[in-house]
């Protein structure tokens, strides 16, 4: 079933999803199972499962520093499909255009369509380590917009090099991210929410958040997104803090502000245990104030540990 689907048939009810982290390389998929296992009673209709893109790793050699292209946590469809057939959920594979062709993101898609895979999330990526800006990887998509065209496009039967006389049409459902607190690249919030109506009306049928900690800046960006004419469904992103060092990394690497009383409570915290308790009792806040709000989906950034999520899920669904 498509998400859209999804939020229709749950006739106002907030629904409950995840994100979850493939392994990384070499790892084992049980890990995995293992986490989702805990958070099937509380019924996701959907699963999202992240894309990391390439980054140059230096390997010794022979003394030798050796400078390689690799992706350290492969496996994003395989990971869809199986989880799709082992607890008859519905999946949605991240794609990006950073680190792939649009011939790649072809066949990934047509791979997709074949599994059953109804629903992709079209991101653009980030730049990689050891770049200070996006650049378009040879042959493929400067912006998620782009990538939506060619989903929408496939979703109409219309392929790359068209070559066969009855192309088979793939109609995905395309999810694409939107900022609350404004990407850390947009000139403006204005600028920023142009550009999703862009996504939108080039085809995205869902928009979810990237993480907040303050509801009124997802109100607010609700409201403005209405008052810019996107009428998709928002779902909110919701990421409970687990150590005290998120205080530095997520202002840093997600352009966005933590408020003051969040910040108070961590640094008064004796170890990482109790950062965690605090961090899962403010999103326990936070999602009920959602739930009440009338929010289609909640859904949470597992970042690979799903017991926090539990902890959040067994007090508000
Ligand atoms: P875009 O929509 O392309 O926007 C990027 C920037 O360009 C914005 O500042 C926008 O305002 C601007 N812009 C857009 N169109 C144009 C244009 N035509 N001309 C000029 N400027 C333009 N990253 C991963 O690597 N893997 C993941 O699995 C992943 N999952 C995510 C899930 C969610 C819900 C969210 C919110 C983010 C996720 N990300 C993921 C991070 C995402 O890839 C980054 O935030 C990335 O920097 C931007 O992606 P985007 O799709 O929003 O890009």
Known sequence: MKITEHILAAKGKTLFSFEIVPPVKGGNIQELYDNIDPLMEYKPPFI??????????????????????????????????????KYGVDTVPHILCGGFSKEETEYLLIDCQYLGIENVMALRGDAMAAQRYFEPTLGGHAYAIDLVKQIKNLSEGKYLHESTDNNYAAPFCIGVAGYPEKHLEAPSMQQDLKRLKEKVDAGAHYVVTQMFFDNQKYFDFVAAAKVMGITVPIIPGIKPIAIEKHLQLLPQVFSLDLPQELIDAVCSAKDNIAVREIGIEWAITQSKELLVAGVPVLHYYSMGKSSNIEAIAKEVF
């Open 48 to 85: 999202d499962v992240t894309t990391s893109r390439e980054e140059f790793v230096y390997i010794q050699k022979e003394g030798l520093l050796d400078k390689k292209l690799t992706r350290m946590r492969p496996g994003t469809v395989g990971i869809c499909a199986s989880i799709k057939h």
